[in-house]
């Protein structure tokens, strides 16, 4: 097996992904996500599909905005491999890409206490929608 890089489409849709998540354009979000894909949070939760997956921001987003809580985050970078049989780059053996990208989250409290968060999250990308995603994550020191 080898392992290249990934096409820009990948990146692409990644990016259109993010900024629908950040308008929190669900239906748009939702529309990106195949219906069997198997979605991983950083905090243990699972969803399966567009549907839960979008149901699954909404309830993290209400807990924030019940709380006070203010976030924002940057898009650090995203880049996309593939997987190859051998060196002919033609032969992908895994459909799709592997888009990782890394943010930069700021929570800001309503005392103005601010937690600085950084998620790392790998989109494998197939036909133009997300086949599955994990998210893992680090806390920054202040």
Do not use: C
């Not at 002919?88 to 601010?114: H, M």
């Amino acid at each position: 097996l080898n392992i290249q890089m990934g096409e820009q489409n990948g990146v692409d849709i990644f990016k259109e992904i993010d900024a629908a998540w950040a308008e929190f354009n669900f239906e748009k979000v939702k529309n990106y996500v195949h219906d069997d894909a198997v979605m991983k949070f950083a905090d243990g939760r699972v969803a399966t599909g567009g549907e839960e997956f979008v149901q699954s921001i909404k309830e993290w987003a209400e807990e924030d905005a019940a709380l006070g809580n203010e976030q924002s985050w940057t898009t650090n970078y995203a880049f996309a491999l593939a997987v190859s049989n051998d060196n002919d780059d033609s032969t992908n053996i895994d459909q799709g890409n592997w888009v990782n990208a890394q943010f930069t989250s700021t929570l800001k409290n309503p005392k103005g206490d601010v937690v600085r968060e950084v998620f790392y999250e790998f989109y494998h990308i197939v036909d133009g929608k997300i086949a599955s995603w994990n998210q893992f994550k680090r806390d920054e020191k202040n």
